[in-house]
Each structure stands twice: as structure tokens, then as C-alpha cells.
């Protein structure tokens, strides 16, 4: 589940077909892991829509067939998840591979941030000083995917200790402060105001998390900049 997220290669006409590749494989293989343990098939009626929205698409924007494809590969993926969902075994899996490779990826931001990616080479892609984006190379993408990886810390964890699980909000939530990203603060938000609402025995816990995360978010926002400019001179690029 986590490799997608971490493709750091690119090649071919559109820099995004390695990702791309990559997911398919890795969506096709928690798949066929899912219909060895007894899982249903794929949904046939998802695959007719998948189909009809394409063929709009298609229709639509006859010039942009980049995009088509993308949408088309996008959607299979979803079908993918549908079939693998009620197993769950993959779907533990999936859930603690979606936070390793937050974490993971925030933690590389962090350090694109204050300008160690050359020392990441070849497995995070390159940026300047003071730019945060993993290997997503688009910083709202790259905040979507620390909230993503948030949102399993709240509702899904895996069994880890609280100092741990504190200490996981923070980074997630650091992360996507150093991308500057509007999306990511106002996901961060919903987040938040989710785990209000959202009713249960865990609320106390969720909110806990969310005030760490918080405080790491507005923390880092304020004090990030004067940390970059501290320790390398420069000056955040957004």
C-alpha cells in the first residue's frame, strides 16, 4: 500500500505514468491477495460505470487524452478498493501501509524543507529550500497525504503505544505545515471538527490527537520560516 506514494522515478511523455504504474501494480496485487482469502470478484456494475463516465470524459475533451486515461486509471483503482474492502486482513493492511507512507513522506518534506534532499537521492525527489512535497511533487497532494494518514491515526490505528501515536499527529501535522498548503490547513480542520462530531467510546482519544496535531501545525507554521532562515540563511520559497 505505501510504494505509490513513494515512486520516486519518473519517465515517458507525462512524468506521472511511473506512479501511475506503480499503483496499478500494487492495487492489482492487494487485490489478488484479497481473492485468495475468499473476497468477492470485481463489481461488474462499478466497471460499466467507470466506463460511461470515461466515454463522457472521452466525448467531452477529445484533446485532452492525457487526462482520459488518468481518470479511467483512477476510477479502476476504485473498483479495486471496492473489492478489497470488506476483507480484512488487506484492508488492516491498507490502512498501515496508507500510514507508513504518510509518515514517511512527511518526514521527507521535512527534510526537503531545510534542504537536505540531495542527501535523499535517488529516493525523494529533489527540491530547493524551504519547499515541502515527498515524491508527490505537488505540495497539496503532498498535505492531502499527511492528513490521509491522519485521518487512519484517528479512526483506524494500528495498536501503538500513546507517546507514539502523539508523536505520529505531530510529524504528520509538521509535515503538512512545511508544504504552505491552504488545502492541507483546511483539511487539518475538517479533520478536526469530524472527530468533534463523530460519536463513541474513542472521542476523548481523537480529540487528544487533534489538539497535539494542533498545536505541531500552528507551531511549525510560526516557527518553521526562522528555523530555515536560521540554519541554511534562506528564506521559505511560498
Known sequence: AAPPWHTPFTFGPPAAVAPWL?????????????????????????????ALVVL?????????????VFLA?????????????????????????????????????????FGFAAWLAPWASYSEAGEAYGNLRQPNQYASLCWLG?????WAPPRLPRPAAFALAALLAIGSAASVSRTGMLQGFVLTVLAAAWPGPDRRPRLQLC???????????????????AATGALPAR
Open 150 to 154: 491522519m485521518a487512519v491515526l484517528l
Open 211 to 229: 489538539v497535539v496535531a494542533a498545536l505541531a501545525y500552528f507551531g511549525a507554521t510560526l516557527l518553521l520560516p526562522f528555523a530555515l532562515q
Open 73 to 113: 486509471a483512477g476510477l479502476s483503482l476504485l473498483v479495486i478498493g471496492a473489492a478489497i474492502a470488506l476483507d480484512e486482513q488487506v484492508s488492516r493492511g491498507l490502512r498501515a501501509g496508507l500510514l507508513f507512507a504518510a509518515s514517511l513522506t512527511a518526514a521527507f518534506g521535512i527534510c526537503q524543507y
Open 56 to 68: 463522457w470524459a472521452g466525448l467531452r475533451q477529445p484533446a485532452g487524452q492525457q487526462e482520459t
Open 22 to 50: 506503480a499503483s496499478l501494480a500494487c492495487g492489482l496485487a492487494l487485490w489478488a491477495l484479497a481473492i485468495g482469502a475468499g473476497a468477492r470478484p470485481l463489481p461488474r456494475r462499478m466497471f460499466g460505470i467507470v
